[in-house]
């Protein structure tokens, strides 16, 4: 368990950085900046994670994202597994609609006028102004609030905006057959004890999974937890360009 341990560590960390970073995570800086044309660190964000999910899928949420961080913080206090399913497609109609608030906001300023890291970013640091103080704690309670009421990582599941085009990048990786992080499993090796489905942080039926053989969900976040667990160790991530078959 000492992967795990290292990522719990890493997230309390960006946890911590968060008063700092937060701003280059902001959909809504993303939004003000395109109001005037200007491409933000924030927008340059979207662009980068698809990239790297494109190598290592969702590994940003597993192993960095702050907001990830705070709701696995949480699971003391509720980590019920929560549904999926028809439910994660909320996060693709909220991705749409700031992608058309981004696009219609850039065609008013007559396009992309430049490129400017540090806009609305005061020396740098997120929290620099009350009102930047007002915006954290309204972000963060909302995360805190929705998981102390649903369960496990809710806002990864249902509100985040990157998360589709994270997984955009997955899927282009896997259509193509590029090498990437991914899982694999030896299904014969199972024994059927549900720990790995247990431990998943995203409610993931890994077991399930593991005995279909199809071990490319969108909702994975590549913690490894799932590995780590497994008495049977028959579950591994590792860099392999093997192409998925089978579909979730
Ligand atoms: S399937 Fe495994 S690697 Fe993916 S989110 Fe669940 S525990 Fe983590
Ligand atoms: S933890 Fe391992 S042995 Fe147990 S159900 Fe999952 S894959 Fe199978």
């Excluded at 992309?112 to 005061?122: D, K």
């Excluded at 720990?195 to 998943?200: A, M, Q, S």
């Excluded at 909702?219 to 579950?235: G, L, M, Q, R």
């Amino acid at each position: 368990m000492k992967r795990q341990n290292l990522r719990k560590a890493l997230m309390v960390v960006f946890v911590l950085s968060l008063p700092v970073t937060m701003f280059y995570l902001s959909p809504l800086l993303t939004l003000q900046g395109a109001w005037k044309g200007i491409v933000t660190s924030s927008l340059l964000f979207v662009a980068l994670s698809a990239v790297l999910a494109f190598f290592a899928g969702r590994v940003f949420c597993g192993w960095i994202c702050p907001g990830g961080a705070v709701q696995e913080v949480l699971f003391p206090a509720n980590d019920r597994r929560i549904p999926g399913g028809k439910y994660d497609l909320i996060k693709y109609g909220v991705a749409a609609v700031w992608l058309a608030f981004l696009a219609a906001f850039f065609v008013r300023a007559g396009g992309i006028l430049s490129v400017a890291p540090l806009y609305g970013i005061e020396g740098g640091v997120s929290l620099a102004t009350p009102v930047s103080y007002l915006m954290f704690y309204i972000a963060m309670g909302g995360m805190v609030v929705l998981s102390l009421a649903v369960g496990r990582r809710p806002f990864c599941h249902y509100g985040c905006l990157l998360a589709p085009f994270m997984i955009a990048g997955k899927y282009a990786a896997i259509k193509l057959g590029t090498p990437r992080l991914r899982l694999h499993a030896e299904s014969e090796k199972c024994i059927d004890c549900k720990l790995c489905t247990k431990n998943c942080p995203m409610s993931l039926e890994v077991n399930a999974m593991v005995k279909a053989s199809a071990m490319d969900s969108p909702e994975c976040i590549s913690c490894a937890a799932c590995v780590d667990v497994c008495p049977k160790k028959v579950i591994s991530l590792s860099f392999s360009s093997a192409v998925s078959t089978k579909k979730e």
